[in-house]
């Protein structure tokens, strides 16, 4: 029963060996959807290329399901899952600050690296900015930390906040990114620009 | 690649990560694995003393020697791979004709700091956060993920110059 | 039709599925029941006071008691160490949260043998090792523990360690219970349940 490194005697490096492997298939996956490239990341925000919340959002329900199937059939304990721990002014103060990066450097970590793989130097200029952003943080921490730990709520889930169960909440989420797959195939139509589309 | 079916392609990685290692994917924390050890090795007192970086070295630990930062390296060959085998690898410096390559080198870099100081604060990237926040059903990726694009939407009028 | 609508098509169908099949199904028992009734009604399943005083007083880290009154009865009085988990909440909560653990021995206890015992079946049924009762509750901790006089003039040196037991197990009920409330409690919110740090997270 998954997780498969926690059952008892694994070794701690094969985790590590697991990591390489998975770090692998998601550079790969990220490269192959194409967000090597900055300005087809942010076609997102100017409707060109809505690229980014097609993948974004089929890869989040397909990992969803999976592991909620894989739950029910006794094949993946998702207690032993790890959530990500709710710090509200944390959580929506850094998310506003990652959406000024974003739109600034026009990557993400996770795609930053994938695009240095292949040779872009801007996303060179973005990892070194990041390098410099983890630096400040950590330089900083004594000042940020009271926002940082500040008004922890643990590791709620989001169906239990709307007091839905998980089937009925993954239903409507799936219905809901139907629905945004449809809006932004028309807008990639009405925000068209076929001079930046043809060279991405 | 179409985009539903990298999507899938994604998703299934994400499984993988969950089903074997019990987590979720990430990447900028291995940006701070680096600086992490990076400053251990070259200010060691330095690290020892701070409430940060002390953690990291507990117990004679190597900050390298962690599943994020060698996950991390494994996107650098996986990019790799997929690059070499669709012919995209080609050093260049991807812009909008309209802005200098200085310009776009700039914004790279403040990009780079902003998103990771915002990174470290809300705990997660778009993919350690956000997707994998989703996938469990946390809502703190959830809340990660609308506060990440709500305000890229508003600061993306401000910055359009350097794009269209 | 496009790739578009096919995925999407197929993730429908997936979470019309999800919305009739309960998820939740891991609730439901998964121990034949005669395999149940077997494991709780084996003598070794349950402890006597004599035996959990003594773990407390070698403060064994390989036990987690559960208290199963309510809040208001545990700030009351409890037994040194034990986790509030009230009987109502158990029932709703997940309770692989706290039982997951195969390497610590979970034992039940409230003011009698109800609700304990009500408690390790189910726990026993949902598929949980190392669970087991403390028989007679905390009713049985005050007679043999709390009030027991040791009378006569010859004992042997097991009866000797027994009442040693006993009265350290007496002294330390003592001294946790009759903190001021503010300590208490402070004390109380240290021994509350966190449930085991997992490893992850971009952070």
Request: positive net charge; glycine residues 12%.
């Amino acid at each position: 029963m998954g997780p498969i490194t926690s059952i008892a005697g694994f070794p701690a490096w094969l985790d590590l060996v697991i990591a390489l492997l998975i770090g692998i298939g998601f550079g790969f996956a990220l490269e192959q959807a194409g967000f090597s490239s900055s300005r087809k990341l942010a076609g997102m925000f100017y409707g060109y290329d809505t690229t980014v919340i097609k993948v974004f959002f089929t890869a989040a329900i397909v990992a969803l399901v999976g592991s909620q199937f894989m739950s029910y059939f006794g094949l993946l304990n998702m207690n032993k899952v790890f959530v990500n721990e709710y710090y509200v002014g944390a959580a929506v103060i850094g998310g506003v600050i990652m959406g000024a990066g974003f739109i600034m450097g026009g990557y993400c970590p996770g795609t930053g690296l994938s695009a240095l793989a292949i040779g872009k130097i801007d996303a060179l200029f973005f990892f070194f900015g990041g390098l410099a952003g983890a630096f400040l943080f950590a330089e900083t921490y004594p000042m940020i930390q009271n926002l940082a730990n500040g008004n922890f709520k643990g590791p709620v889930k989001i169906n239990e906040v709307f007091g839905l169960s998980p089937g009925l909440f993954i239903f409507l989420l799936i219905a809901a990114a139907a629905c945004m797959f449809w809006v932004a195939e028309l807008a990639e139509k009405k925000f068209a620009r076929p001079d930046i589309s043809s060279e991405l | 690649m179409n985009p539903y079916l990298a999507g899938t392609l994604l998703g299934l990685v994400l499984l993988m990560a969950m089903y074997l290692s019990g987590r979720g994917l990430g990447a900028s924390g291995g940006l701070k694995y680096c600086v992490v050890s990076i400053v251990g090795a070259l200010d060691r007192p330095h690290a020892d003393r701070s409430v940060y970086y002390s953690k990291y070295f507990e117990n004679g630990q190597k900050p390298l020697k962690n599943w994020l930062p060698i996950e991390v390296m494994g996107i650098l060959a996986g990019g790799f791979i997929s690059g070499a085998v669709s012919g995209r690898l080609k050093f260049k410096i991807e812009k909008s004709p309209s802005i200098s390559k200085t310009r776009r080198l700039v914004f790279a870099f403040l990009g780079g700091i902003f998103f990771v100081y915002g990174a470290q604060l809300a705990r997660g990237c778009t993919s350690g956060a956000a997707l994998s926040g989703m996938a469990v059903l946390s809502l703190a990726g959830f809340v990660t993920m609308v506060a990440i694009f709500g305000s890229a939407y508003v600061f993306a009028w401000f910055f359009r110059k350097n794009w269209i | 039709m496009t790739a578009r609508q096919i995925i999407t098509s197929i993730l429908l169908i997936f979470g019309g599925i999800m919305l009739f099949i309960p998820l939740s199904g891991k609730y439901s028992l998964r121990e034949k029941p005669g395999q149940v009734l077997t494991t709780v009604l084996d003598e070794s399943n349950s402890l006597n006071a004599d035996q959990v005083a003594r773990f407390l007083v070698t403060e064994d880290s390989t036990l987690l008691l559960i208290d199963l009154r309510t809040p208001e009865e545990f700030r009351e009085c409890n037994i040194p160490g034990s986790v509030n988990v009230p009987y109502a909440e158990f029932l709703k909560q997940d309770p692989g949260l706290y039982l997951d653990d195969e390497g610590m021995r979970h034992v039940f206890y409230s003011n009698g043998d109800l609700k304990s015992g009500y408690a390790q079946t189910l726990a026993v049924g949902l598929g949980y090792k190392n669970c087991f009762v403390m028989k007679g509750g905390l009713n049985a901790w005050y007679v043999t523990i709390m009030n027991s006089e040791f009378a006569g003039n010859k004992i042997s040196a097991r009866e000797n360690a027994l009442f040693a037991t006993r009265l350290r197990a007496r002294t330390l009920f003592n001294e946790v219970n009759s903190l001021p409330s503010s300590l208490k409690l402070a004390y109380i919110a240290s021994k509350r349940f966190d449930p085991k740090k997992l490893d992850g997270g971009c952070e």
